[in-house]
């Protein structure tokens, strides 16, 4: 049996299960376990975007609207280097990179504004120098809300 480039293709955009949500709503959370219960991949879009802008600095990170080919394309790459495993990505905030895997899984995690402002001001991770209102509208800027809606909205 012959796998064509299509069929190969097919099979890395279904092995792909996306897990998205506003900053701080529990997403990382959630895909580390799912990875832990079922042997996936876990990849942290953050990550992505981390080494290649050389930053951890939120504000520098969140300007990296136009890196969305640079992340599908390391998807892409991961997900065909861990095969049969599946990949769970956690923290896409543009929805062209969903749209770049229209068989994957995708999941919405929906959490209260308050308990993601708590969540944030707790953790102190590197990097976090913005306030919860700055990181949050830069998240929006970025186009996590188009995230979520074409999650919702998808048929």
């Known amino acids: 049996?012959?796998?064509?480039?299509t069929a190969v293709e097919y099979i890395i955009t279904n092995m792909i299960c996306f897990?998205?949500?506003?900053?701080?709503?529990?997403k990382t959370l959630y895909?580390?376990?799912l990875t832990q219960i079922s042997e996936c991949v876990f990849v942290e879009v953050g990550d992505i975007v981390r080494s290649i802008k050389n930053t951890v600095d939120r504000e520098k990170l969140q300007d990296s609207k136009n890196l969305f080919s640079h992340i599908t394309a390391q998807l892409r790459l991961?997900?065909?280097?861990?095969?049969?495993?599946q990949l769970v990505v956690s923290g896409v905030r543009q929805k062209e990179i969903?749209?770049?895997?229209p068989n994957a899984t995708v999941?919405?995690?929906e959490c209260p504004q308050e308990?993601?402002?708590?969540?944030?001001?707790?953790?102190?991770?590197?990097?976090?120098?913005?306030?919860?209102?700055?990181?949050?509208?830069?998240?929006i800027n970025l186009g996590i809300l188009e995230?979520?809606?074409?999650?919702l909205e998808r048929k």
Do not use: H
């Open 1 to 5: 049996m012959k796998i064509t480039k």
């Open 19 to 26: 897990v998205c949500g506003q900053l701080c709503s529990g």
């Open 31 to 33: 895909s580390k376990t």
């Open 78 to 85: 991961l997900a065909s280097a861990n095969q049969p495993k």
């Open 98 to 101: 969903l749209q770049s895997f």
């Open 107 to 109: 999941l919405w995690i």
């Open 115 to 139: 308990e993601r402002k708590r969540r944030y001001e707790l953790r102190a991770r590197e990097g976090d120098t913005q306030t919860f209102d700055e990181a949050e509208q830069g998240d």
């Open 147 to 151: 995230v979520k809606k074409y999650i």
